[in-house]
C-alpha cells in the first residue's frame, strides 16, 4: 500500500534514507537451489555506484552488499533473502539550510505535503540512493532469469542532450563510463559533460533496455500486462518522464501495414511490438526505452516557497550527477528483470502445465531503439 | 495474480470476453454515502461506445450497464457494486476463419503461447470490448473525486497519424467524433479517416488527459509513485504503446534550469513535471500522453502462420475501428481516473491525519502537451 | 482491501446482497484446460441451497448459476470466470421495521457505525446468501483438485448442541438433510429441531471438514501457514467462532510424546497435526473443524436500541435457518478447496520445479474429529 | 505470495534464519509523526527473549533491535521502517546429525517437500526465532493504537497442560515468568514445570489475549473479517492448532437466547461475540484464545524417517522450550496489535468520512476466557 515493495511472486521490499545508517531489503519469493553469493550482486551495485568517473556524484560508496539470509550453503533455500548495504560518506550538514525551503523540481514540497514532516538530509527516501537495493535485487532476478531461462538484460544510453550515437554495438557499452554503445562519439559526451559541470547545470538523456531470450506467454491481461508492468517499473525509478516499448511514440505516424510485425515460419518479420503482443511476450526482443530528465540538484539559484510560504531563492549544494541518466543504465536493467522475473513466477502459478499447440516461433533480429 | 483486477482500495475486476453473453466487472472500495445511479456510468459509456460515427467501427452495442449491488436507495454502501452490460450484437462466424491461424499483430499466438487455447471470436478476452467495463467503474471514480474532491478528468485526442491541431480549445471537445480540440482540422481528419477506410489500412493516434484539481500528497515512493502507477494504467490500455507525463519525452533535450519548475507564493511558474514530484501529487495539473499504434484489424491481407506451422496469409474480417485512437480518450480517462481514486484512498490509510506544515501552493494554468 | 476477494492466485470476487437483484462474483486465475460446465457448479449450490428440508429456512431460491466468461467449448480459457446467480424469493418487508433498530447478535450495528448507512433487508451484504458464490467458486477448486490431483474435500456435521454422532460413516452424509455421519442418531437430530423451531429459539453446531490427498509441501512460512490460511478462510464463514486443525484444542492437555506424529516407511504413526507441519501440507488428511454460534435470528424478543439510541425491543422476522450450522457443511468445504486451490498455484510459482529428495511419505489413516 | 508478509496497510515483512548472521524486517505503512525509539521496541523483546527463566530455553539472545531507517529526530517518517536483530548465540553443531534425517512433529520434512533443501540448523526459517521481528514490529503497532487511540492490548497463559487459574488478577500477570494471572497457583505451575524437564518431555498451553478501547467499525466483510484475520495471525504463530473468539467452542451447545449479546443504552449486556459481530469490531473487548501445542523439541527418542528413505530414530539437541505456550504471549499480543492497526487503516482508505448515526454504545465488561 505504501509502495515500498516491487512484485507479485518475487516481491523486493526496500527500505532506507540517503543519509540513514544503512539502506537495504527483501527478496521474498526466490525460486530455491538457485546457486547465489554477494559476489553475484556486487558486479552490477558496482556498475551503479557512484564516484566511478567525473561525470558521476563525487559520493564515496563503497556499495558493500551483504546477504543476511535465504541463502544456505551457497544456494538460496526458497525463503526471503535480507540484504544490507552501510551508508558511509554522508555528508548531512550539506542540507541544514533545506530543513525549511522546498528545492525547485524536488520531491521535498510533496513529501512534506503528504506526510507532514521529512528527512532532508541527501532527500532522504526520495534519494535514489534507495535504487542501490533494487540493483542488488535485479541481479537476482538476472542470474536466476539467465541460469534458468537463458534470457540476458542488457542495457545502454541511446540519447544524452542532443547527442546520439552514431554506430550500435553492444561491445562497446562496457567499455566507457557513460555505457554508450558508439566508441565514436564518447569524446563528445565527454566534452559536453565537462562544460556541463563548468555550467553547474544538469542535462535530461535516455537509457534503452532489451531482453533476449524471454520465453513467450509472460505477462497477464488485462491491466498487469507485460507492457503495463514494465511501464509501471521504469516510470517509478527517479527522475523518468516517458518509457516506450517497441516503435513506441513513433507508431502514432505508423500505418498498420507498416507497424504489424508479420509472422513467417523464420520468424518474425520485424518487431515494432517491442516483443510484446496483448500483454504477453512473444519471444521476441523486449525493448524499451526510457526518458530522464536533467537533475534539479545542481548549483544554479532558483526560486522557491519556505515551509513558513516566503519566497526565497535556494541553491543545492552536496555532490550530485550532472546527468543522472548515466548511471541509470544498471537500475533500468534491474527493473526490467525484477519484472520478467516476477511475471516468469506468476505464469508458472497458473500456466505452468500449460502445453502450446505450436512451437515458438524464432526471434527476429532486435530492432535497435 | 492474473491480471485482471486494478487497483489496491478502489478496486475494479473485470470478466467477459467480446463474444460471451455478457461483461461486467465488480468495484470493491468505493467509500459509502455516494450518491450514484446507473445514468452517471451511461455518460461515458456512451462516449465510448462504437459505431457513434463512420469513423469507428460499426457494431451496434447498446452498452446498457445494469448495477447489481452496492447501492441502496440512491446511496453507495461501501460493498462490492456488481456491474452487467449485455453483449448484443455478435457475428461470431467472422471468426471462424481465424480459428486456426494467428492474425499479426494480434494477441492470438501470445494467448495459445500462454494459455494452449483461445477464445478466438473476436478476440475473446483481448478485445477492447472489456474497456467497456473500465469506463463504468471509471465513472464511479470520477464522480467521487469530482463531487467529494473538485476533481475533473478530461481527455482529448493530441495527434491523429501527423495531423495535429492547430488550436486548443476544450470546448470543442465533446462537439466532434474526435475528441479533437480544434474546430479547424476537423475537415482534415475526416477526409483523412474517408480515405483510410476506402484503402482498408489503420493508422496511429496520440490521446492527452489532464486531471486539475488533485489534491497535493497523493503518490507512494517508492515503487508505486503515481507516475508508475499512471503509467501502468495507461500501457495497460490496448495499443498503447507509451507514456509520458509532463515534459515527457522532451526532457532529454531540456537543462535543469529549463525544466525544473520554480515555485513562487503565487504557484508554481511552470509545470514540466507534469504535476508530479518524486512521485507525489503537486497540486498542479496532471497531465500524461499516450501513443497508440495502427490496429492490426484491417483487411489488407498479411503473412502469419497456422497452429500446426505452416506459413499462410491472413485478411481480418469483422468490423473494427480504423484508429483505435479515437474511442481511446473515454477509456484513458477513465484509467487515470482509476489511478487517482485508488492513490487518494491508499493515501488516507496511512495519512488520514496528517497536517501538511504550508497550505498547497496555488496551481499554475496547465502545460498543453 | 474492502475484503470482498479472497486467494493470490486462485482470486475469489464476490458481489451481491440478500434481497438485490442478484449475487454473483468473478473466479480469476483458474488455470486453462479444465472440463467445466454450470452443472458442476450446481451440485453444490444444491446441497447449500435453503429449503431442502423443514430443518432450514424456507426462503425458495433455485440458485441456478450462470457462468458469463472463462469458458469457451466446454473448457476454461484461463481468463477470468462470471458467475451470476440471480435472487428470485424476496420479502423485503418482512425487514421495514429494522430499518430504524440493531437487531442483538447481527451486524446491524457494526454496518452502520462502519459506513454511516445500511441496506437493511434480510442482512443485506451480511446476509449468508453471499456464501452460494463461494460454493460456486469452490466448486470449481473442487474439480480441478480431483481431476488434477486427486484430492477429495469432504465435509459432515459433527456435532449439533450437544448431540454427537455414535458411529462415523462417510456414505450416511449425503443420506439425510443435516450432513450428518450417524444414521442411528438422525432421528434424535429431528425431534431436537423440532422441539427448538416450536422453542422460536436457534442453537450452536460444529462441522468437520477433510481434505485427502493433498500433495505435500503446500503451505507459505512464515504468515501464510496452510493452516493459518485455513483459519482464515473457515472463520471467515458467517456465524463461526472457532477453528481448530488436527487435535486442535486438545493438544493443550497433550504432552510432546503424545503429540508429535512419529514418522516410519510405512507412513506416520497418528495424525495429530492434521495433516500441517511448519505450516506445510505433510500429504497426510488435513482435518480441520470449527464451531457455529446459534443464529441471532430468531422469534423471541430481545432488547436492542434504535438508531436515535432510544432503547426498544426487536422480534426478528422473515425466514431462518435454527441451526445455521446445517448449511454450513458445503460452504466449509468450498472454503477449504479455495485455500488448497489457491495454495497449490502459489506452490507452483516458487517451486514448479522442485524435486524433493524423498518420495513422500504415505498418508496414516485419518484421524476422525 | 511466499508468505514472508503481513497485512495490507501497515505491512510486516520479515526475514532471517535461527543462526545466519541475523534476523530482521521493514515495517511500511506506518503513518508519520509518531514518536518511536527502539527502547518503545525492547520493552516487548525483553518479555519474549529466551533465558528469562528456568522454564525457557537456555539459548542466550539480548535481542537487541536496532532502527535503520524510517525514524528521524525521534518521528516516523512514513517511509519504511527498517529493523535488524543480530543473532548471537547459536550453537550449529548441535543440529549437525538433524541434516539427513526429518524430526517428527517438526518442518523438517516438509520444508525438504516444498524446497528440495533446507537449512537445518535450529530450523532454520521454521524456527520460532523469527517471531522476535514479529514482536518488535507489533510494538510499533501497539504504541500507536495506544497513543492515538486509547487501545490497550494484553495476553496472558491461560491454561498449561491441565493447570487454570484460581482466580483472575491482570496485575500478577507480568509479576511471574509465566504470564499467568494468578499468583496462588503459580508455585503448582513450577513444581509441573520442575518435573516436566527432569522428564525430558513438553507439554501444551493456551493463552489469551485482549484487545480494549477498540473503536467500532473495524473489520472488512465479507473474507477479510476481522475475526478471519485475528485467527489468520494467530494460527500463523509456531506450534498454534487452534483459535476461538469470544464465546468460541463454548458456543456449539448455546442456544440463540443466551448466545447473543443484548443491547441497552448502558451497554452490551454480555460479550459472547467477543468483541466482533459480522466481522467488525462492536467496541468492547476483542478476546481471542488459542491452543498452542507441546513442541516437539525434547530429547526422548523418537521414530522418523532419513532424507533417504531409511527408518531411524531422532533426539532433538539444542536448547528448547518445554512449553513454548509461555512466550507466547507477547506473540500473540503483537499479532493482535498488527491486525488491529491493519484494519484501522484499512478502515480509514474506505471510510475516513464517515460519521455514524448513533454514537458508539458503551463497552461491557470483558468476559474472561
Redesign the interface.
Known sequence: ??????G??F?V?????SH???????V??????LELSEADLQRDLDRRKPGQSRHTTQRRESDRV?I???V?EG?T??????L?IHNEDQRSRDYDELADR?R????D???????????YRGG???SAR?TAVRVAAGAIAKKYLAV?LGVQIRGYLS?L??IRPKVFDWEEVERNPFFWPCAETVPELERYMDALRKEG??????VAVVATGVP??????????L??????????I?A??????????????????????????EGF?SN???G????????QDIVARI??????S?R?P????R?????VEVITKGRHDPCVGIRATPIAEAMLALVLMDHY?????????????????PSAPRREV
Open positions: 500500500m505504501s509502495g515500498n515493495s516491487f507479485r511472486c516481491v521490499t526496500t527500505f532506507g534514507e540513514g545508517p544503512a539502506i537495504g531489503g527483501v521474498d519469493g526466490c525460486p530455491p537451489g551483504q543476511l539470509s535465504g544456505f544456494r533455500t526458497g525463503t526471503p533473502i535480507g544490507l522546498y525547485p523540481g524536488h520531491a514540497y510533496t513529501y512534506e505535503q503528504k506526510y507532514g514532516l521529512r528527512d532522504g527516501r526520495s534507495e534458468r540519447q542532450g542532443s547545470n544538469s542535462i535530461g538523456a535516455a513467450p506467454g509472460l505477462g497477464e491481461p488485462v491491466f498487469d500486462r507492457d503495463a508492468d514494465i511501464a509501471h517499473a521504469l516510470m517509478g527517479n523518468v518522464k516517458g518509457v516506450e516499448i517497441g516503435a513506441g511514440f513513433a507508431c502514432i505516424e505508423q500505418k498498420g501495414t507498416e507497424h504489424r510485425d508479420e509472422l513467417t515460419t518479420l515494432n511490438a517491442g510484446i503482443l496483448g500483454g504477453i511476450s512473444t519471444g526518458a530522464l530528465k536533467p537533475t534539479s545542481f544554479l532558483g526560486r522557491t516557497v515551509r513558513d510560504g516566503m519566497a513466477l506468476r505464469h508458472r502459478a497458473q500456466n505452468a502445465d500449460v502445453t502450446p499447440p505450436l512451437a515458438p516461433i
